[in-house]
């Protein structure tokens, strides 16, 4: 085993422990993916309708708001899709792309 394989390994295993604690945990914003959602702009639309209550017997439920996503905010989508897609056909092609 020569010192990349190892190092590759050690991340490997780092990374298995570093989401095995934070699974246990169940804290917010601990998993790799919740970080990579927060990154990316993700967010899970909140179920519960927002109700405005205008007077004692009268409210006003309203929708919620959808934002567009900045330049930026697109831009990084885009790498991290397109760095997913070259990376699994870089895989599955043996290194051709």
């Known amino acids: 085993m020569n010192g990349f394989t190892a190092a590759w390994v050690a991340v490997a295993a780092a990374v298995v422990v570093i989401e095995t604690v934070a699974l246990l945990n169940t804290r917010r914003g ?3 993916s919740e970080h990579v959602w927060a990154w990316l702009g ?20 309203l929708p919620s708001l959808k934002v567009t996503p900045t330049w930026t905010l697109r831009l990084a989508r885009t790498v991290v899709l397109c760095g997913g897609v070259w990376l699994i056909a870089h895989f599955l092609t043996g290194g051709w792309l």
């Open 30 to 32: 601990d998993t790799l």
């Open 42 to 61: 993700v967010r899970r639309p909140d179920r519960s309708p927002r109700v405005l209550a205008l007077s004692d017997r009268t409210q006003l439920e």
